[in-house]
Nanobody, 115 residues
Framework: QVQLVESGGGLVQPGESLRLSCATSGSIGVFTVMAWYRQALGKEREFVAGITTGAERKYADSVKGRFTISRDKAKNAVFLQMNSLKPEDTAIYYC?????????WGQGIQVTVSS
């Protein structure tokens, strides 16, 4: 039913920017919460940013002031603008949508920050 597909990742140098997109399909209505998670090599998956239908936002301390999450309610899409990227931001980024029945995940997209 619900499908999530991430795009916009890639390889960049420290200090540069990337914008991730998550396109969704199969939803009857607007998702209450949409979020981004990431998993670096050798580490557990961690929360990055989340946004509600009321545009309330929450960020991990490690990305506050650098990342901005936003959404398009009409399209049920969510975005993550990543500025001032650091090598420690390198990870696979996942789009996540929790629902009453289950939490949906995208396949993930690689973001690599290296000089």
């Amino acid at each position: 039913q619900v499908q999530l597909v991430e795009s916009g990742g890639g390889l960049v140098q420290p200090g540069e920017s990337l914008r991730l997109s998550c396109a969704t399909s199969g939803s009857i209505g607007v998702f209450t919460v949409m979020a981004w998670y990431r998993q670096a090599l050798g580490k557990e998956r961690e929360f990055v940013a989340g946004i509600t239908t009321g545009a309330e936002r929450k960020y991990a301390d490690s990305v506050k002031g650098r990342f901005t999450i936003s959404r398009d309610k009409a399209k049920n899409a969510v975005f993550l603008q990543m500025n001032s990227l650091k090598p420690e931001d390198t990870a696979i980024y996942y789009c996540s949508v929790p629902t009453k029945r289950q939490t949906y995940w995208g396949q993930g997209i690689q973001v690599t920050v290296s000089s």
